[in-house]
Structures are given as structure tokens and as C-alpha cells.
């Protein structure tokens, strides 16, 4: 397998980075390849502008999605973006791996996202019309790929818990989840969280660790979260509104959009390409 890790964390010497470490050790050791992005080391520049799209007329107004579109299809994207689609394209499996800041990714990698998913590649791609809504939530450039997050945060489990303060994990990750990582097409894993870290002491450390290595040696078998495809039948479209019939009557929010009833008895589409 090969594997790309985006790493946001500005101190190597973090428990991220010892985490990342872990990862990677054992990602090697399972004979896999590993790349990684390290947002912070490299320098990335997090925010879209015009210096982005060096072929955009200077005298027209700026239009950041049609620039990507533009400069996705001419080929005329910076070059640290290029090698950023390259690595996704080379990689069967993507890891982002961040602490929890404000209950979401830090900037810089929000940035990463921004300015690496271009028009045309991540989206905007596909049919779009009455009957079909482009190729994405589940299909796509990245369809039969991997993808899942590694995060740290200070609450404590049951912060983040169905009835907790901060509001369910799932729910608050839902947005990269199924946002950012399913609508390019990525099978989606459960995400790796480490919760309560701030009391982090020595003795807390491996236990955590060996539950990484574990997550790390399932990677290519555990079951994705099973989203629902948005051109698989289950939502009327143009409207892109579940059909009433599917999901517990009355039933709103974001786990209306995971597909629990049948997931049990499907193949997850990636393990059928892995035993192909
Ligand atoms: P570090 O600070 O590097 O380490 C954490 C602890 O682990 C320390 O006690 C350290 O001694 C110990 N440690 C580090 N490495 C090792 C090792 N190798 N072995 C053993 N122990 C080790 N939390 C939330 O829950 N929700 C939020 O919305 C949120 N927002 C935040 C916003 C900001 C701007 C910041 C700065 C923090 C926020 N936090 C939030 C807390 C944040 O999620 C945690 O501080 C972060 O996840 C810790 O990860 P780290 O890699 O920076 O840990």
C-alpha cells in the first residue's frame, strides 16, 4: 500500500509528531510505503489568492473557483500544489493527522485543502445536470482510495459523547469526514482520536501508541463508514434531499447520511478492489 500522511503540527517534538512517528514505523514495518506532507516544516501557504493562479488576467476580477478551474485544466497550477495532487493521486490511502483546534483542523491545513482540492480535480468533476449532480459522495478522482484522520484533543471522551457539551465527535468531524474526504470519492475510516491529552503523562503514551499500530495493520481491511453515495439512488435529485423512506422516521442531522442498516451485510467496495 502506499500511504500519505499530512502532518499538521507546528513542533516536531509534540505528542503528535511521537504519534506520527508511530504510525509511520509501523506502516514500514507492514511493508508499506509512506510519503508525508509536514504542513508546518514545509512552509505551506495556507491561504487562496491571485498568486495562486499566476495565468489569471491581472485586470479581471478574481474568481477563486474559476481560476482553479482554469489553471487545473492548463495545467497552470503552482507548482507546490502540482506535487501536493501528484502525492494524492500516487497514494492508495490518505492519513491527516492534527490536533483539534477550535473543534476544528488548523488553519494550515484547512489551507491545504483549499488550495490542493482545485476544480476539476477534486471537484467539479462529472455530469452535471437535472439527472446527475457531478461525481461525488463516493465517486470521483479519489474513488477507491482510503482515507481517515489521526487527532488529538484536550476534552475528555465523554465530552464528545451522543450527550456531551462539545457535541458527538462524529458529528463535529463530519465535515471533514464526509465534506472533505467522501465527496472527492475516499472510502472513510473511522478516525483515530486520542482524547484528554493535555494530562498526557509517560505511562499514558504506549498504550495509546499500540492502539495506533493496530489501527495502522487494519488499514487496508477495517470497514469504511458507510455514507451513503449521493448517485446510488438514495437521495431525489436535483434536490439532493434523502428519501423519506430511508433512515428512522424523523430522524435529522448528520448520521442520516450513513447507510447503518445494510452496511452490515455489504463488501465494502475497497476490500473488493484490495482482494481483486
Ligand atoms: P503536546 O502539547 O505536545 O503534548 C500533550 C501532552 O502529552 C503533554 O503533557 C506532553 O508532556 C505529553 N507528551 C507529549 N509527547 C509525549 C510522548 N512522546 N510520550 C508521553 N507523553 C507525551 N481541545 C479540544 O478538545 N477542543 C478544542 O476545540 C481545542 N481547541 C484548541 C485550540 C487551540 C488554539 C489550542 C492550542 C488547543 C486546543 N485544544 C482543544 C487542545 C488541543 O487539542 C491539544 O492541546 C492538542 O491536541 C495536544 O496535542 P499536541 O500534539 O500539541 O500535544
Given at each position: 500500500?502506499?500511504?500519505?500522511?499530512?502532518f499538521a503540527h507546528p513542533e516536531p517534538r509534540s505528542l503528535n509528531g511521537?504519534?506520527?512517528?508511530?504510525?509511520?514505523r509501523e506502516l514500514e514495518a507492514q511493508g508499506h510505503e509512506v510519503r508525508v506532507t509536514d504542513l508546518y516544516a514545509d512552509g505551506w501557504k495556507a491561504e487562496v489568492d491571485r498568486a495562486d493562479f499566476p495565468a489569471w488576467p491581472p485586470e479581471a476580477r478574481f474568481l477563486p473557483a474559476g481560476a482553479s478551474k482554469k489553471a487545473f485544466a492548463t495545467n497552470t497550477l503552482t507548482e507546490d500544489v502540482k506535487a501536493e495532487i501528484d502525492k494524492l493521486l500516487w497514494a492508495d490511502t490518505l492519513i491527516l493527522q492534527f490536533p483539534l483546534w477550535?473543534?476544528?483542523?488548523?488553519?494550515i491545513l484547512k489551507g491545504w485543502v483549499d488550495r490542493v482540492y482545485a476544480y476539476g480535480f477534486a471537484y467539479g468533476v462529472g455530469e452535471h445536470s437535472d439527472k446527475r449532480w457531478g461525481d461525488r459522495f463516493g465517486e470521483g478522482t479519489l474513488a477507491g482510495k482510503r482515507a481517515m484522520l489521526i487527532v488529538t484533543a484536550g476534552g475528555w471522551e465523554e465530552h464528545y459523547s451522543a450527550r456531551g457539551v462539545n457535541g458527538p465527535i462524529d458529528d463535529l468531524l463530519f465535515p471533514i469526514n464526509h465534506g472533505i474526504l467522501y465527496y472527492p470519492g475516499y472510502d472513510v475510516l473511522p478516525p483515530f482520536v486520542v482524547y484528554r491529552v493535555d494530562r498526557f503523562g509517560e505511562a499514558d503514551f504506549e498504550p495509546v501508541a499500540e492502539r495506533l499500530r493496530e489501527r495502522m495493520r487494519t488499514l487496508e481491511t477495517i470497514w469504511p463508514i458507510p455514507y451513503r453515495q449521493q448517485n446510488g439512488g438514495d437521495y431525489h435529485i436535483p434536490g439532493m434531499q434523502l428519501r423519506p423512506?430511508?433512515?428512522?422516521?424523523?430522524?435529522?442531522g448528520f448520521a442520516l447520511h450513513e447507510d447503518r442498516a445494510t452496511a452490515k451485510s455489504a463488501t465494502p467496495r475497497s476490500t473488493l478492489r484490495d482482494v481483486a
Open positions: 500500500m502506499k500511504v500519505l500522511l499530512v511521537a504519534l506520527r512517528d508511530v504510525a509511520i477550535w473543534y476544528a483542523m488548523p488553519a423512506e430511508l433512515g428512522d422516521p424523523g430522524a435529522t
